[in-house]
């Protein structure tokens, strides 16, 4: 059986490719598995669904979406943990410094005078490489708060979650049961999860869950279940969203509608009200290496629209949260990610927007995929060094600094999406955790 991720041939008897980790599929093309199916590249308030011939997280999505993954790494940290919330030390070392940094301006600080630091990402500094919790398995995908690292892990098929204290240096291990789990976000203390059971029969995903969790040990509650199509959760601030997606009625050889639902949750992570259709006319296209990308954050939902629908037109649509008024980018606006009222997305080149001003500046003519930083986006772009492969690059919205953190081959519609938070960045390559903290000068 092939991969339809990677292309990898795999036995007929094994579930998940053992290079991508995506489940393997006999009728991709034909039958489509669930939105909480993949893998989430989940960044802070990042996801995007790769759907190559099928959905395959992410990602996300962050936001994934366990969507899109990493190759297997060559050698895996082994860790005794329970299957409840526990705890362990963490051991760090010294900072090593980072593959490349490329400072685009300087600054010089008087004997006398003592300077506030400026804008993590965006001021005189530099990304230092951390170390992170130590993972049983590889590491899958990723997700930041300011105060939590959250990570998806893989062994012999079995998916874990784990949940790191970025401030005590802490692990736990989170409650996630025997179902395959997915679709990662966090945001403060908050974490949000896919749970789904893979059916060998039909090839798809069945009794399918999405939860919320307070950390570092609250309750397990559930947002959404049953016999629906759910996956690709996020998280901001009071707002959890999640996709419920199917085959769509008017062209389902080519697209799936993609309708993103919504609740509130109180303190501690349990709904308040029913979910409410946030985004009812979403579709995206299905076929060849396409990916659909959604984004939320406080105030703000960015998502792809695939096709003309409702009065909606293709490219990237914005949902401003409190007046419910829809902003259209235009055509050739795609994969965008949101942090707070920062947007950053493709448009020949990535372009950050800010919500609230209406300003608009160009970050890099060959940056794509990013994820958006409060200060700061992170993303990926053809290498320079090489002539092959791709860099992964933090960079200042206003261009005070920018940093080549690390080198991969994979393309980044194959790889886990990267996670942001306020002095953080974290991703995964080749099954390994990298994990960044911002050190101002």
Avoid at 210 to 225: H, N, T, V
Avoid at 262 to 278: F, K, M, N, Y
Avoid at 293 to 315: I, K, N, P
Avoid at 387 to 402: D, K, L, M, S, T
């Amino acid at each position: 059986m092939r991969c339809d991720r990677c292309g990898r041939e795999a036995p007929d008897e094994t579930r998940f490719c053992p290079d991508c980790g995506s489940p393997l599929l006999s009728r991709a093309a034909e039958d489509p598995p669930p939105a909480g199916g993949g893998r989430n590249g989940s960044s802070r308030r990042n996801l995007w669904l790769g759907i190559a011939a099928v959905l395959v997280v992410l990602v996300i999505v962050g936001v994934t979406v366990p969507l899109v993954l990493a190759a297997r790494g060559d050698e895996e940290a082994t860790v005794t943990s329970s299957t409840t919330s526990t705890t362990r030390p963490v051991t760090t070392t010294a900072k090593p410094k980072p593959t490349t940094t490329r400072p685009y301006a300087t600054s010089t600080t008087s004997t006398t005078v003592t300077t506030p630091p400026g804008p993590p990402g965006d001021s005189p500094g530099e990304w230092a490489a951390v170390t992170g919790p130590l993972l049983h398995g590889r590491a899958v995908s990723v997700a930041l708060s300011d105060d939590w690292l959250l990570v998806q892990t893989e062994t012999e098929g079995r998916f874990t979650l784990v949940a790191h204290e970025l401030s005590m240096g802490t692990t736990y291990e989170l409650p996630v049961g025997d179902r395959d789990v997915g679709g990662i976000d966090v945001d403060g203390d908050t974490a949000v999860w896919w749970e789904g059971t893979y059916d060998p029969d039909t090839t798809s995903y069945v009794d399918q869950h999405i939860y919320s969790y307070r950390l570092p040990d609250g309750l397990k509650q559930e947002i959404a279940g049953g016999d629906k199509n759910l996956g690709y959760p996020q998280v901001a601030g009071r707002w959890i969203t999640w996709v419920e997606g199917n085959p769509w009625e008017e062209n389902p050889d080519e697209y799936w509608e993609m309708p993103v639902f919504a609740s509130l949750l109180d303190s501690q992570g349990r709904p308040v009200d029913e979910p409410t259709r946030i985004v009812p006319s979403a579709v995206t296209h299905i076929l060849g290496d396409a990916v659909w990308t959604y984004s939320l954050s406080r105030t703000f939902l960015a998502w792809e629209q695939g096709a003309e629908r409702d009065g909606l037109s293709t490219g990237t649509h914005v949902l401003d949260l409190g007046t419910l008024e829809i902003q259209a980018l235009g055509p050739d606006s795609w994969r965008p990610s949101l942090a707070e009222a920062f947007l950053v997305f493709w448009n020949d080149g990535l372009v950050r927007l800010d919500l609230d001003s209406g300003e608009r500046s160009r970050l890099d003519p060959l940056g794509d995929f990013a994820t958006a930083g409060p200060t700061f986006a992170a993303y990926f772009r053809p290498s320079e060094a090489s002539g092959a492969g791709y860099e992964i690059v933090a960079r200042g919205y206003e261009g005070a600094h920018e940093q080549v953190l690390t080198e991969q081959a994979d393309a980044p519609w194959l790889s886990a999406a990267i996670a942001t938070s306020q002095r953080h960045v974290a991703f995964v390559t080749g099954g390994t955790l990298h994990l960044f903290e911002w050190d101002a000068e």
